[in-house]
C-alpha cells in the first residue's frame, strides 16, 4: 500500500494526537499501539483495494493518507478495534474517542464491520452493534441501532444514503439502497430492493441485481 507518510510517521502522530486529547504511556502502551497500526494498516490495504471512491487507489494500488478524514476515520476504527480483540481496552477506548472528536464518527471499539466496507463524509453517523454484510457502506448522518436491545442484521452491499435509519430486528438483504432521509425498523427487507419513506410507511421497489454494481460498484 501507498502511505503519504511513513508507517513511523503514523505511529508518531497517532501517539501524540492520544497524548494531546488524553493520556498515554509510552512504556506501557507502545508496543500495543505499534502492533494495533500496523494490522491496521494492513486491514486498510485490504479494505481501500476494493474501494471504488477517489484517492484510495493510485493506478490501482491501495493508498492511504492521514490528512483524508474518511480514510483516516477506518484506519482509527482498524486500530481501536485490533486494540479491543487484544484485550487493550482502555486504549481501545481513547483511540475510538479521537475518531469520534476528528472525524465526527460514532462506531465503538467492540463492533465487528466487515473486512470490506466504505463511508463517505461520515459526520454524525453512529453505528451501533448489528451484523454488517461486506460491502456496507454509508454516508453522514446515518444511524443503526437498537429497538428493545434487538440490532439490524444486515447483507451484503447494502448501502445508506444520507440521513437513512435502521432500527432494530431488520434483516436486509443483499443489494438493499436506502434512499436519503429513509426510516425502518422492525422489518425485513428483500434482497435487490430500493427503500424509499419512513416506518410504517415504507415504499420499496426492486431492480435487478446489476443495478446496483453499476449504482455502488460493489460487487453482490
Known amino acids: 500500500m501507498l502511505l503519504e507518510i511513513t508507517q513511523s510517521e503514523i505511529i508518531a502522530l497517532l501517539k501524540k494526537q492520544l497524548t494531546n486529547l488524553f493520556t ?26 476494493r474501494s471504488i471512491q477517489k484517492r484510495y487507489k493510485k493506478d490501482g494500488v491501495p493508498c492511504f493518507s492521514p490528512w483524508h478524514s474518511g480514510q483516516y476515520a477506518i484506519f482509527l476504527y482498524f486500530v481501536s478495534n485490533s486494540l479491543s480483540r487484544a484485550a487493550h481496552g482502555s486504549l481501545a477506548d481513547r483511540v475510538y474517542y479521537l475518531n469520534k472528536a476528528l472525524n465526527g464518527i460514532d462506531l465503538f471499539h467492540e463492533i465487528t464491520m ?3 466496507f466504505a463511508l463517505d463524509h461520515p ?7 448489528a451484523t454488517y454484510g461486506d460491502g456496507f457502506t454509508f454516508s453522514h448522518n446515518c444511524t443503526v441501532g437498537n429497538n428493545h436491545d434487538v440490532y ?14 435502521i432500527l432494530g ?35 420499496l421497489k426492486h431492480r435487478d441485481e446489476s443495478y446496483f454494481i453499476n449504482s455502488t460498484g460493489n460487487p453482490p
Open 24 to 49: 498515554y504511556d509510552p512504556h506501557c502502551e507502545d508496543e500495543a499501539l505499534s502492533a494495533a497500526i500496523i494490522e491496521a494498516l494492513g486491514r486498510c490495504e485490504r479494505c481501500f483495494s
Open 114 to 116: 466487515p473486512e470490506y
Open 123 to 129: 459526520v454524525g453517523s453512529v453505528l451501533g452493534r
Open 152 to 165: 439490524p442484521c444486515i447483507g451484503v452491499n447494502v448501502r445508506m444514503m444520507s440521513g437513512s435509519k
Open 169 to 203: 430486528g431488520c434483516n436486509i438483504g443483499d443489494n438493499v439502497i436506502l434512499s436519503a432521509n429513509s426510516y425502518i425498523k422492525d422489518m425485513d427487507i428483500p434482497p435487490c430492493s430500493l427503500v424509499f419513506g419512513q416506518y410504517p410507511n415504507v415504499t
